[in-house]
């Protein structure tokens, strides 16, 4: 006769596992972005996502961990996006805008968030040399994007395409440090302004740059 108890199968436990961690992060990002990184505790989050405070732990080595995952999530879109562009024949220029806004939609919910981002990065070793790793594979990426833009002729050839990249994410990096201090809603105009600048700068040497589609627009709009 079969025993009448069941087990979840692997699958099932699989996924409660993931929808645990995904609780928890998500509660944690929320706790930092309304109280701030440093008054965040530990049993704050854990309270938050409705799990026992020792539950954290098997997910998260540390609460500075959160913020190593948090990098991790931004470099999983950052590979679906540029995947995408391997499939479509959208501009460079304005998929290198639409890049921009999309990898700092969720450091730019609130400016607290984004500066215990940067704290991440003097964190403790394990956290800042994970938050390294992460930086070299972001590189990597953008890298390939560059060089889908050189192929196209899209993006200028003469500079390597990893040196281009690294202007790119100091770019955006910094931007989004400089708005932090403020925590206003001049993200996106901050974003625009600096990207539209570094355009000149990446566009081909053999003439003018073209037109980055919709900045003419945006410029009547707002004039």
């Given at each position: 006769?079969?025993?009448?108890?069941?087990?979840?199968?692997?699958?099932?436990?699989?996924?409660?596992?993931?929808?645990?961690?995904?609780?928890?992060?998500?509660?944690?990002?929320?706790?930092?972005?309304?109280?701030?990184?440093?008054?965040?505790?530990?049993?704050?989050?854990?309270n938050a996502a409705d799990v026992?405070?020792?539950?954290?732990?098997?997910?998260?080595?540390?609460?500075?961990?959160?913020?190593?995952?948090?990098?991790?999530?931004?470099?999983?879109?950052?590979?679906?996006?540029?995947?995408?562009?391997?499939?479509?024949?959208?501009?460079?220029?304005?998929?290198?805008?639409?890049?921009?806004?999309?990898?700092?939609?969720?450091?730019?919910?609130?400016?607290?968030?984004?500066?215990?981002?940067?704290?991440?990065?003097?964190?403790?070793?394990?956290?800042?040399?994970?938050?390294?790793?992460?930086?070299?594979?972001?590189?990597?990426?953008?890298?390939?994007?560059?060089?889908?833009?050189?192929?196209?002729?899209?993006?200028?050839?003469?500079?390597?395409?990893?040196?281009?990249?690294?202007?790119?994410?100091?770019?955006?990096?910094?931007?989004?440090l400089i708005w932090s201090l403020?925590?206003?809603?001049?993200?996106?105009?901050?974003?625009r302004t600096a990207f539209d600048?570094?355009?000149?700068?990446?566009?081909?040497?053999?003439?003018?740059?073209?037109?980055?589609?919709?900045?003419?627009?945006?410029?009547?709009?707002?004039?």
């Amino acid at each position: 006769m079969s025993s009448l108890l069941t087990t979840a199968s692997p699958d099932r436990r699989q996924r409660r596992s993931s929808q645990t961690r995904e609780r928890l992060f998500r509660a944690a990002l929320d706790l930092f972005a309304k109280h701030g990184f440093a008054d965040t505790t530990v049993e704050d989050i854990t309270n938050a996502a409705d799990v026992g405070k020792g539950t954290f732990f098997n997910y998260f080595p540390s609460k500075d961990h959160i913020l190593l995952a948090f990098a991790e999530m931004q470099l999983s879109k950052l590979k679906s996006i540029i995947d995408n562009l391997r499939n479509t024949n959208e501009p460079v220029p304005q998929f290198l805008r639409t890049l921009a806004v999309r990898m700092t939609e969720e450091p730019g919910r609130n400016p607290s968030l984004m500066r215990a981002l940067l704290l991440a990065n003097l964190s403790s070793t394990p956290v800042r040399d994970g938050m390294r790793i992460n930086q070299t594979r972001g590189h990597q990426l953008l890298t390939e994007f560059v060089e889908i833009g050189q192929q196209r002729g899209e993006l200028r050839k003469d500079l390597p395409a990893g040196d281009i990249a690294h202007v790119f994410r100091q770019t955006v990096f910094g931007t989004l440090l400089i708005w932090s201090l403020y925590g206003d809603d001049s993200l996106s105009s901050r974003i625009r302004t600096a990207f539209d600048v570094l355009w000149q700068g990446l566009s081909p040497r053999d003439g003018l740059a073209p037109a980055v589609p919709g900045v003419q627009q945006e410029a009547r709009h707002e004039s």
